[in-house]
């Protein structure tokens, strides 16, 4: 070997054994979350999601299967994710439509308006946020948060007093008519704890939704974190959101 | 289709197709209702009606003397119905309970509970109690059959009147409403702290709020007792101590002009301070609160009571005017609070926490939350207070002589 093929490989080799490091670490962060679920530490964890907003095409699909993963009822009255459309018009006004209301039928295109310069979606959810002031209202402690940084409902101890769903600045709630409790976006607590992903996230055809664990050194979302320009929504409320937008347009609230 | 109500479902949908601009889909319905607009309505004459009392025992306003029972029972008959509307207003009413046994320390609703019970038994009640212990001992003796032991066991079997014994009731009750007076601003400054500390809704989270509603609550409390006195007086036709009345009056001045300064205040600070909120709040009151804000609560319900007052004050009008108008300034002042907390209540859940869209409210007539509901509740306490003042005379104005001095 001379020097040259030395170099060469030498450059080679490295970069790769990042590579491999790093792939090694996701495996075992994997493991960790994986289904020994006496294993399950939830202190280990710290979920969040990503949002890549320029990649949502607006399909709804996330919405759909929220809905049938968690009994969320059907009607346009109550969600726990959704989709938003803004539209940015040529003399600087921006009109926003819920999509997951009323989806439009696929076969049929919307007629381009000339006045509309950009248009873009924006998935929401409960932004799972580290300081919730739902939680902080509840007056019994119905829900909380959890180790691993899910806020949840407990239904048999919610009173239905309606206090989280005004305290929420997001309109992440709602109160479930059938079980007359608070009901809100659990990021998929029962799929996540085995290791799956939530059902929004693993049905959305652009990888729009990234899910990952905060606290996981090679994971994903904190990849995803690192690389885009990152905002949450209504950060001056100082409720640190969980829920990552990356490229977000100023207009979104 | 979920299992949801057909009714909750029509009510939804009507609401759905009267929302202008955009609102987050969960933001249809309307979480707080009617009955949320009753229960600040009733605690805020309960406190009111004990802060006009505390006048006559801290104060010795002596010309006030003639309503301080009446003042006192108002207080318990509001009170007694005051939980009520929170209780049928609950998803889950029968889980009530945990707001005692497993409140959550941080949450401002779970101290409500604590709240309600000391101000019911550790003040009014016992106040009450030393009020009329001897009137009661003294019925006790006289009455028979069942309502000897009614008034027995009201008087809790105690049977000393001799004037130690009353002279202790004195002085109790007066230690009881120094204490009281706290209690009651701590009553409704809570309930304003309820709506003040959610940052999530500017038209609610204001450093103000509690006291705006404390006032509004005295100003009310007031009101309700003026307009009991005067009614009172008509259905006995027994004549009213113009003395007393004039006073109350002028308190009732004092109170409007406090009220008024600060919810002005308030006003002015959004205004100025033009936050991003400050866009939709316009639209707001200019599309959906016109009527109530600015028609009912503050011409109706505050610029012409504090005109007529002013005018009662100035003028010499004879006994029979003032007393009409004083009639027609409580019944006036009892619509605009009534108002007002609708305004805060139901205006607080008409436009979207985006900022880009106000909602609409559509009440129902029958059902739980329901006008229905809400009248009944609305006339539950004077139901109540009926039964009082059989039990509980209070000193009628034709009975009742100033004390000498």
Known sequence: ?253 | MSGMPESLHEQLSHQLSQVIGFIYPNEVETQWAILIVVYPYLTGIVAGAFILASLVKVFNVVEVQPIYRLALLTALAFMLVAGMPLQLHLGHPERAYEIFFTPQPTSAMAMFGFVYLWYLLGILLIEIWFEYRQQLVLMAQQARGVMKGVYGALSLFSKDVSPEAIAFDHKASKIITIIGIPSAFLLHGYVGFIFGSVKANPWWGSVLMPIVFLMSAIVSGIAMVMFLYILLSLLRNARLDMRCLDKIGLFLLVAIIVDFALESLDYIHRLYQSEESIKILGELVSAKLFTSLVIIQVLLGMFLPLLILVLVRTVRFNEELRKLLYFTTSLLILLGIFSMRWNVVIGGQLYSKSFRGLMAYKMEMTGIESLFTALVLLALPFVILTVLFRLLPPRWMDEHALPAR
């Open chain 1, 1 to 253: 070997m001379n020097k040259r093929e030395f170099l060469k490989d030498a450059i080679l080799f490295f970069p790769a054994a990042g590579v491999l490091q790093a792939l090694s670490c996701q495996a075992a962060a994997k493991d960790a979350a994986a289904p020994a679920a006496s294993a399950y530490d939830p202190t280990d964890h710290w979920y969040g999601m990503g949002v890549d907003v320029d990649k949502c095409i607006g399909c709804n699909r996330c919405v759909e299967a929220c809905k049938a993963e968690n009994g969320v009822p059907d009607e346009p009255f109550y969600f726990r994710t959704w989709v938003e459309r803004y539209s940015i018009h040529s003399n600087g006004e921006t009109t926003v439509e819920c999509i997951s209301t009323k989806p439009a039928p696929v076969d049929q295109v919307a007629p381009e308006d000339p006045g509309i310069v950009r248009t873009f979606f924006v998935p929401k959810l409960c932004n799972q946020c580290a300081h919730p002031p739902c939680v902080q209202v509840c007056p019994v402690g119905a829900t909380f948060q959890t180790k691993d940084g899910v806020v949840l409902v407990d239904e048999k101890r919610c009173i239905g007093c309606r206090y989280c769903i005004q305290a929420c600045p997001y309109g992440a709630r709602y109160l479930n008519p059938n079980t007359r409790t608070a009901d809100k976006c659990t990021f998929c607590y029962h799929r996540i704890t085995k290791g799956l992903l939530p059902a929004c996230v693993e049905v959305c055809p652009t990888e729009a939704r990234i899910f990952g664990d905060l606290k996981g050194k090679a994971d994903r979302l904190v990849r995803f974190q690192r690389v885009n320009k990152i905002a949450v929504l209504k950060p001056d409320l100082n409720t640190e959101p969980k829920v990552l937008y990356a490229d977000l347009d100023g207009e979104v609230r």
